[in-house]
């Protein structure tokens, strides 16, 4: 048998050879990953900016509202005021009133607070020009359904109070799976209009907000009001979830990512090239 010169290669393993040389991606390929990577680039950076943004009016939020809660009381806003009433300009502000209470009117709203579960007395408070305030006069460690057939007589035309606490706006609807339920007197959120509805009050007369008492006026008031259990007043909780920050960095990473991938995919088909072009080249050209 002839023998095969040393450095020389046989038609099978050149064949072979052939078949194992690196294929460059197509160029509409490589154009299509080049553009999804900046697109993606693109995208993830305006969410992130879009988080600044937003990050910053958060922060402005929270400014205002502490300014509010800190701020000296004003006059809560009267019927004429009331269409410009929105929850930017007037949440949590510090308000006073002066009216009567009609404490039959009172509605039992199931509430979860610091002392534990129970219920907020919410009740209409009369002012001198007819207009009807809701007032969460606080908290009383008593199940709403314990007190759904409250019986407690109006305070007297002339027994007025004052009232001094934070502007809230309706919670409509109900709390977390559950609806309120007028019907079974049944309250899981503090709904101005259903409210007002239920104990029959002049919708025109019901102011579109309700006032959380401080502990001053639910004091003051404890020695006039016929409840068989002070309510608690001051317990507004004043909490803003910001998590602004952590999504723009979240955005901003994975715009990284896709153009990470973007120049990995550039890079490797570089690479690609390469081999291609030193594996075509004519040997001793390398």
Known sequence: MKPTPRNSVTPGKEKGAAQAAPVSRSKASLLLL????GFFFLVFVALGTWQVYRLQWKLDLIAKVDSRVHAAPVPAPGRQAWPQ???EGD???RVSLVGRYLYSKTTAVQASTDLGAGAWLV???????GDLVLVNRGFVAISPLKLTDLALPDGEAAQTVQVTGLMRMSEQGGGFLRSNDAAQNRWYSRDVRAIAQARALPQEAVAPYFVDADKASSEANAAVAPD??????????IAFHNSHL??????YALALMAAG???WVIRDERRWRERIRDSQSPPGQH
């Open 91 to 93: 949440e949590y502000r």
């Open 246 to 251: 952590v999504y723009a960095l979240t955005w």
């Open 34 to 37: 080049t553009l999804c990577a």
């Open 261 to 263: 991938a973007g120049y």
């Open 123 to 129: 009740t209409p408070l009369q002012t001198a020009d």
């Open 85 to 87: 009433v929105t929850v």
């Open 228 to 237: 068989a259990q002070k309510p608690v007043g001051g317990l507004t909780v």
